[in-house]
């Protein structure tokens, strides 16, 4: 059975959740 890995690549505008946003997802 082959395995499936799935990375994410998330770029925001800081690190804070609730004030920041997303600019960009890779996947």
Known sequence: MA??????????TGLNPD???ILEIGA
Do not use: A, N, P, Q
């Open 3 to 12: 395995r499936v890995y799935v990375s994410l690549d998330i770029e925001t």
């Open 19 to 21: 004030r920041d946003e």
